[in-house]
C-alpha cells in the first residue's frame, strides 16, 4: 500500500488523495427497487438525489445535475419520472 497522502492539517485523507484505493470507494444499494449486481461505472455522491427522487415519484431537486443510476434499478423502477414536468 502506496504512504498515506494528506492534505492540510490534520491527519488522514479524504478520499482525495492520487491513489486508486482512496479514489474509489463502493456504493451499496439494497432493496426491492435495485437490481442485484456489481456495476463498475463511474458514480457521484450527485447522482444520489435524482435516482432517489427517480423512485420515489417525483422530480430531481431543481438544480440537480446528477443523473439516475438507471443500471442499479430494477426493470418496474426504471425511468419512473421519465417526461414529468415539475
Same mark, same amino acid.
Given at each position: 500500500?502506496?504512504?498515506?497522502? *494528506?492534505?492540510? +492539517?490534520? =491527519?488522514? %485523507?479524504?478520499? %482525495? $488523495?492520487? &491513489?486508486? &484505493?482512496? %479514489?474509489?470507494?463502493? @456504493? /451499496? !444499494? &439494497? =432493496? !426491492?427497487?435495485?437490481?442485484?449486481?456489481? &456495476?463498475?461505472?463511474?458514480?457521484? *455522491?450527485?447522482? !444520489? /438525489? +435524482?435516482? @432517489?427522487? $427517480?423512485? @420515489? =415519484?417525483?422530480? /430531481?431537486? *431543481?438544480?440537480?445535475?446528477?443523473?439516475? @443510476?438507471?443500471?442499479? !434499478?430494477? +426493470?418496474?423502477?426504471? =425511468? /419512473? %419520472?421519465?417526461?414529468?414536468?415539475?
Amino acid at each position: 500500500v502506496p504512504e498515506i497522502y *494528506t492534505v492540510g +492539517p490534520g =491527519g488522514g %485523507t479524504d478520499h %482525495t $488523495s492520487p &491513489y486508486n &484505493y482512496d %479514489t474509489h470507494v463502493p @456504493l /451499496a !444499494l &439494497y =432493496g !426491492l427497487p435495485f437490481q442485484a449486481g456489481i &456495476y463498475r461505472t463511474n458514480v457521484e *455522491t450527485i447522482d !444520489l /438525489a +435524482p435516482t @432517489l427522487a $427517480s423512485l @420515489l =415519484g417525483i422530480n /430531481a431537486p *431543481t438544480h440537480s445535475v446528477g443523473r439516475v @443510476l438507471t443500471e442499479a !434499478l430494477a +426493470p418496474p423502477h426504471r =425511468g /419512473a %419520472t421519465e417526461g414529468k414536468q415539475p
